[in-house]
């Protein structure tokens, strides 16, 4: 069955006990927003999607002020999931600006390429207070917490090891490409035009040679 991303994580999260649109919401936030984020605007479309396929069904009425409809996941959904679960990932693809930036930026000189590093460091610091917010945080649900073995957990150690070894990774290149950058670098300044001045001044006449004859008689 082909669906959107936001659907299969829908199924996931039905999967660990009835939920309404807002607590899917929340549960995502806590435990996958840096890896598989879902808004306001997918969300709802896609329950009621998955809703007419079959895959969730309501449970009870509309509670609250907000009038907030809870699902569950149906025999047929779940079977979804397993299946879902058990193919194989699509490849991954990382939409990365600053990477696409540093690629063509080599040619502007090694102040931008430091720059654009610089900038990296704090993309990823910010990204690490995101995964912080997953652990500790609001406290996880029993079913999240047993759920596929060890995860949130999971997903917020290999954050912050991702995040580590970026910014290792920074560490380690920035001197190294800096400097390389800085050897093909066209050279400016008083060194463009030292080697005139110095023709300059082996053209210019010198003093007299050393073996003149005294002028002075010899004194």
Same mark, same amino acid.
Request: net charge negative.
């Given at each position: 069955?082909?669906?959107?991303?936001?659907?299969?994580?829908? @199924?996931?999260?039905?999967?660990?006990?009835?939920?309404?649109?807002?607590?899917?919401?929340?549960? +995502?936030?806590?435990?996958?927003?840096?890896? !598989? /984020?879902?808004?306001?605007?997918? @969300?709802?479309?896609?329950?009621?999607? @998955?809703?007419?396929?079959?895959?969730?069904?309501?449970?009870?009425?509309?509670? /609250?002020?907000?009038?907030?409809?809870?699902?569950?996941?149906?025999?047929? /959904? =779940?079977?979804?999931?397993? !299946?879902?679960?058990?193919?194989?990932?699509?490849?991954?693809?990382?939409?990365?600006?600053?990477?696409?930036?540093?690629?063509?930026?080599?040619?502007?000189?090694?102040?931008?390429?430091?720059?654009? @590093?610089?900038?990296?460091?704090?993309?990823?610091?910010?990204?690490?207070?995101?995964?912080?917010?997953?652990?500790?945080?609001?406290?996880?649900?029993? +079913?999240?917490?047993?759920?596929?073995? /060890?995860?949130?957990?999971? %997903?917020?150690?290999?954050?912050?090891?991702?995040?580590?070894? #970026?910014?290792? !990774?920074?560490?380690?290149?920035?001197?190294?490409? %800096?400097?390389?950058?800085?050897? #093909?670098?066209?050279?400016? =300044?008083?060194?463009?035009?030292?080697?005139?001045?110095?023709?300059?001044?082996?053209?210019?006449?010198?003093?007299?040679?050393?073996?003149?004859?005294?002028?002075?008689? =010899?004194?």
């Amino acid at each position: 069955m082909e669906l959107t991303p936001t659907a299969w994580a829908i @199924l996931g999260f039905l999967s660990l006990k009835a939920q309404s649109g807002y607590e899917i919401l929340r549960a +995502a936030k806590r435990s996958m927003e840096a890896f !598989w /984020g879902i808004s306001n605007g997918q @969300l709802y479309p896609q329950l009621r999607f @998955l809703a007419e396929q079959g895959l969730i069904r309501p449970v009870g009425e509309a509670e /609250g002020p907000r009038s907030r409809q809870r699902w569950e996941i149906t025999e047929e /959904g =779940g079977a979804a999931l397993r !299946w879902w679960l058990e193919s194989i990932s699509s490849p991954v693809q990382i939409r990365d600006e600053n990477l696409v930036k540093l690629f063509f930026a080599g040619q502007s000189g090694p102040d931008l390429v430091g720059r654009l @590093l610089e900038e990296r460091k704090k993309i990823f610091t910010q990204f690490e207070s995101v995964i912080d917010a997953v652990l500790p945080g609001d406290r996880l649900p029993e +079913a999240e917490q047993a759920a596929a073995l /060890g995860a949130p957990e999971l %997903l917020f150690r290999y954050g912050k090891h991702f995040t580590k070894s #970026t910014m290792r !990774w920074i560490d380690q290149e920035e001197r190294r490409v %800096l400097d390389a950058l800085r050897k #093909t670098a066209p050279q400016g =300044g008083d060194s463009d035009v030292e080697p005139d001045a110095a023709q300059e001044a082996s053209a210019a006449p010198g003093p007299p040679p050393d073996d003149r004859p005294d002028q002075t008689g =010899g004194r």
